[in-house]
T-cell receptor
Framework: SQQGEEDPQALSIQEGENATMNCSYK?????LQWYRQNSGRGLVHLIL?????REKHSGRLRVTLDTSKKSSSLLITASRAADTASYFCATGHTDKLIFGTGTRLQVFP | DTGVSQDPRHKITKRGQNVTFRCDPI?????LYWYRQTLGQGPEFLTYFQNEAQLEKSRLLSDRFSAERPKGSFSTLEIQRTEQGDSAMYLC??????????FGSGTRLTVV
């Protein structure tokens, strides 16, 4: 079963634009993580935000977490064609991660 | 250590055959996870190990599926009497805590 849902399911933008993806989840969490997956490959860990944090930055990535609304967002600034991939949020529990359904991002040069 | 390795990368098998996949985690990581991913979906949790102990199995894992992690090192996932519905990408990940998994490239299974 999958905990979260990402919105939108698909997103197409031009290089240089910002991309925002949202994630909603259902149960309490220890942390929330975002992963990236290029077509047909494994997932790569991008960033982790703990349940007591509200915002975190890493390079061009900005993640927010609102535990009262059970939602998170991932912002990629100044997108590049190489950012084209699927992005998944994953909620961290005591023993495992539960992944959402993903957002497919296409960045056009 | 070059990360998490999975073997084979691709497997095509006939319905009813048994298949076995192998995962070599990062050596310092004591946790190892198996996930299954179908096209257009996120990874679904199957099972995980802490060292050699299998601590949880998803209800998705029918009796035809078995996983082992002897000596707390590599792990194998076996599917017996494969069905077409087993066709998916099988992903292995390892972690030394719950903070950030390292995934392998996956084994893509096609059951014909």
């Amino acid at each position: 079963s999958q905990q979260g849902e990402e919105d939108p399911q698909a997103l197409s933008i031009q290089e240089g634009e910002n991309a925002t993806m949202n994630c909603s989840y259902k149960t309490s969490i220890n942390n929330l993580q975002w992963y990236r997956q290029n077509s047909g490959r494994g997932l790569v860990h991008l960033i982790l935000i703990r349940s007591n944090e509200r915002e975190k930055h890493s390079g061009r990535l900005r993640v927010t977490l609102d535990t009262s609304k059970k939602s998170s967002s991932l912002l990629i600034t100044a997108s590049r064609a190489a950012d084209t991939a699927s992005y998944f949020c994953a909620t961290g529990h005591t023993d495992k991660l539960i992944f959402g359904t993903g957002t497919r991002l296409q960045v056009f040069p | 250590d070059t990360g998490v390795s999975q073997d084979p990368r691709h497997k095509i098998t006939k319905r009813g055959q048994n298949v076995t996949f192998r995962c070599d985690p990062i050596s310092e990581h004591n946790r190892l996870y198996w996930y299954r991913q179908t096209l257009g979906q996120g990874p679904e949790f199957l099972t995980y190990f802490q060292n050699e102990a299998q601590l949880e199995k998803s209800r998705l894992l029918s009796d035809r599926f078995s996983a082992e992690r002897p000596k707390g090192s590599f792990s194998t996932l076996e599917i017996q009497r494969t069905e077409q519905g087993d066709s998916a990408m099988y992903l292995c990940a390892s972690s030394d805590n719950n903070y950030g998994y390292t995934f392998g490239s996956g084994t893509r299974l096609t059951v014909v």
